[in-house]
């Protein structure tokens, strides 16, 4: 059973840094994409990275994704935290292995930011 697991939130003020972390177990096969999502309260999930795409607009700067070469990890570099980031964050991994399409997500990781 595949696992995603993120880690590295919590709460910081304005204008500091967090770095979050996905580890995946349970795979056979890398991952032919991860990302990093967001869900605010009362908001959509939004996209905010993929390791092929790189880091969504609103958050360029700031943000930078990178991911484990061979390994199913992925990470989350956030630095000048605003308090518009406060959101849960997921690690999404997706792609097609075979017949099989897949698109696995973890639990998320609350990341507050406080002003």
């Known amino acids: 059973q595949v696992q995603l697991v993120e880690s590295g939130g919590g709460l910081v003020q304005a204008g500091e840094s967090l770095r979050l972390s996905c580890v995946s177990s349970?795979?056979?096969?890398?991952?032919?994409?991860m990302s990093w999502y967001r869900q605010a309260p009362g908001q959509q999930r939004e996209l905010v990275a993929n390791d092929i795409s790189g880091v969504s607009t609103n958050v360029q700067g700031r943000f930078t994704i990178d991911r484990h070469s061979t390994k199913n990890s992925v990470y989350l570099q956030m630095n000048n935290l605003k308090s518009e980031d406060t959101a849960v964050y997921y690690c999404?991994?997706?792609?097609?292995?075979?017949?099989?399409?897949?698109?696995?997500w973890g639990q998320g990781t609350q990341v507050t930011v406080s002003s």
């Open positions: 349970g795979s056979r096969f890398r991952f032919d994409t």
């Open positions: 999404n991994a997706k792609g097609v292995y075979g017949k099989f399409n897949y698109d696995y």
